[in-house]
């Protein structure tokens, strides 16, 4: 861990800037310092009874700061000695500025904070800016808090973030409904001919040799799977002329403890699937568990002689069969509109964020941020003007960095 090591006791703090009408009935008592073994294993237990986005999970947050050695600052409210309300923000460089935001910076989608939801259901906005502004106090060298792509709320749960000035993501998320089972989405979603295809496909993978799929159940089935992922986003990413979210070897570290680290657990919330056909994955995925959810964190397709069997989309047909039987309520793709999608969702999900400026300095960057995100929407809502910039995109392959990528999953 990088010097986060500042703590601060709110208390004094909590009574001067909040109404007494706005605190809850218990004392109000915040600690922000670094995490550190006791800050990270309280942080485990408060989740043992929360709720909270996989991005906020425990096993999260745990193996992002085993795997990449970020600056974590912990801000954690307690109500009396409980602790009902914690924040886990990574400390990050942008140019001149330092920037707090979520654990796992743009892979981090669908949050929301670890929270009490009985503590939630009375909870005021004062008591969470308290938060902030501790934040602020103990450690002066962070200029802006910015937590993006916020769930507006998480099975029926309102998020407390919402109460605080904010505005809509640039990037839509998409998902489908699953109520009545798997043959109640096809009818919604052309069903026939989605079950014409799938067999289609089926016996295109046959003429070529077998064909499974696979549910990694040991470390070495999920490290496969992982490899053939990294694999093949590094081919995608490097053809569109966009950077490899993917690529550090941290961040890799990172994923591959997440998803084997979760095969010990009683019930994954981590889960990776491969379609293999004549011995080679041609498609994987990466899902999380959310309560009455199932996330597509990321997925990719292997750019090969079966591509054009679109043996991703094979893939996520079995994925969302399976999610069906299971008990699922919503097979969410997470963020980012794409074609593949919409074959299959009839839900949109507006994430938003909320920039909360410490200093001076963070205030010019939050207004940066507000107008770059607006041009974002402006580019991706417009057909014309996104399609034209894939295309540019394209052609600097080779000859400039590839620029950043957001929405890829």
């Known amino acids: 861990m990088v010097d986060a090591t500042a703590s601060f006791d709110g208390n004094r703090l909590a009574a001067s800037e909040a109404s007494p009408r706005a605190l809850p009935i218990d004392k109000i008592n915040l600690s922000v310092s670094a995490a550190d073994g006791a800050a990270l294993a309280a942080y485990a237990k408060l989740c043992r009874s929360a709720v909270f986005a996989p991005a906020q999970s425990a096993a999260w947050i745990l193996n992002w700061a085993a795997e990449t050695g970020p600056d974590i600052v912990m801000a954690t409210l307690s109500s009396g000695d409980r602790p009902v309300f914690a924040l886990a923000l990574e400390v990050t460089r942008r140019g001149p500025f330092r920037v707090a935001r979520f654990v796992g910076g743009r892979h981090a989608n669908g949050n929301f904070a670890a929270a009490d939801p009985h503590w939630l259901a009375s909870a005021h906005g004062e008591a969470i800016r308290s938060v902030l502004t501790a934040i602020a106090k103990a450690r002066p060298d962070i200029d802006l808090v910015a937590l993006e792509r916020l769930l507006p709320d998480l099975d029926g749960i309102a998020n407390p973030l919402a109460s605080f000035p904010h505005f809509p993501s640039p990037n839509l998320s998409l998902a489908a409904d699953l109520a009545g089972g798997f043959d109640a989405l096809l009818s919604r979603a052309i069903g026939k001919r989605r079950r014409k295809k799938h067999r289609s496909q089926m016996r295109k993978f046959e003429a070529v040799g077998s064909h499974r799929r696979i549910e990694a159940k040991t470390p070495e089935e999920a490290n496969r799977l ?61 899902s999380s568990r959310s309560g009455k959810r199932l996330i597509c964190e990321f997925g990719a397709i292997a750019e ?94 080779g000859q400039a960095a590839p620029v950043t990528n957001e929405d890829d999953n």
């Open 226 to 286: 992982l490899d053939a992922f990294f694999e093949m986003k590094e081919f995608r990413f490097r053809k569109m002329g966009v950077a490899n979210v993917f690529g550090e070897p941290e961040v890799r570290a990172f994923f591959r403890a997440l998803f084997i680290g979760a095969l010990a657990e009683e019930r994954s919330f981590f889960l990776l699937h491969g379609l293999e056909v004549a011995g080679k994955l041609r498609a994987v995925t990466g």
């Open 304 to 397: 090969d002689d079966l591509a054009h069997t679109s043996p991703g989309d094979f893939l996520f047909f079995d994925n969302i069969e399976e999610a069906c039987e299971r008990g699922f309520e919503i097979y969410d793709f997470s963020v980012g509109d794409e074609p593949y999608k919409r074959l299959w969702c009839d839900i949109e999900t507006q994430h938003f964020e909320v920039l909360f400026p410490l200093t001076l300095k963070g205030r010019a960057l939050a207004l940066e941020l507000r107008q770059g995100a607006r041009l974002k929407s402006f580019i991706k809502n417009s057909p014309t003007v996104w399609k034209l910039t894939k295309l540019l995109r394209r052609k600097t392959v």
